[in-house]
């Protein structure tokens, strides 16, 4: 029986993550990673405090995207991002699980509401990580004992960043007007065609102007989602700390950066991997031993337990939704 292309390519990223974790298995201390079960065990609650209070200011930052007159329960908002987080943990991240989160806020806020509230927290707590990945990298490049290879992998990295800052800008520059609208009003010049007739194209309109209201109606929306990536950022490199220290190989605060930051680039290229299996214990692995540093194990290990312990979490507290629209 022929197979189709999405088939293809998800057996494909099955497949390239099996061969990371069996790699990354040849790779470790295995003997002193299963040593330190125990170390891990009795530190597991203070190794799992960085991550819920994450999860917290997550939530806090995606009801603050939301317009006040129609922002959802917290608890609810709560709730979604678990579940939809856990879908996607199973699955390929984000094509699940941002558009399950519109559908079980469907009778608490209007669709193009939450899509917009999403893309909104969304790009924000991207900008904040990119810009904070590219001064980590750059101080990697320049203060921490990197080979050659990893030094040009830093390198690329804070340059990546600022180009995309840039662009970023660039594109800010315009502070009236939309941009989707001025698309599809050229495209419809130069087709003949009415795009905006379109349910799909007048949804997407309308999530722009929900997401350019947002954007420009109020400083202190602005100001709580650029400060909240770099509070999270350091949470997740507090949680590195606290994994080294609990089984006795305490690193230092760029170090932790270090791995964090490296560990995110590789989350994000393997998406596609069902639960980042081999991707998240080869990225943790690969960057601790770039950095001279024993314990990657313990730290793939750590994640590994603490993702799965989420994921339980948020397909447990699954939410329904009503028959009728309420708040």
Known sequence: MARSVPQILSLSAIIVGVSLFVLTLFHINLPATVDSLGQLGFALPLILLPGA??????????????????RPAFTRLFRVRLAADALSYFTVRGIAGEPLKVVLLYDRAPPQVTTAAIALERVAFAV?????????????????????????????????????????????????????????????????????????????????????????GGRRRLVILSLLPVVCYLLTTIEVWIIFWAIGQPIGIAEGLAVETFARLASIASAAIPANVGALEASNAAVVDALGLAGGGSLALSRRVRSLLWAGLGLALYPRVQAKEGR
Not at 53 to 70: H, K, M, N, Y
Not at 129 to 142: E, H, R
Not at 171 to 179: P, Q, V
């Open 128 to 216: 904040g990580s990119i810009a904070v990945a590219g001064l980590i990298s750059a101080f990697a490049v320049t203060n921490l004992p990197l080979s050659p290879g990893w030094s040009t992998l830093f390198r690329l990295l804070w340059i990546g960043a600022a180009l995309v800052l840039w662009l970023l800008v660039w594109l800010n520059r315009r502070r009236t007007g939309d941009y989707l609208g001025r698309l599809v009003a050229a495209l419809d010049r130069m087709t003949g065609r009415r795009l905006e007739a379109s349910r799909i194209v007048r949804f997407l309109l309308d999530v722009e102007d929900v997401l350019l209201a947002l954007l420009r």
């Open 53 to 70: 209070i994450w999860q917290i200011l997550r939530t806090w930052g995606w009801s603050v995207a939301f317009p006040e007159d129609t």
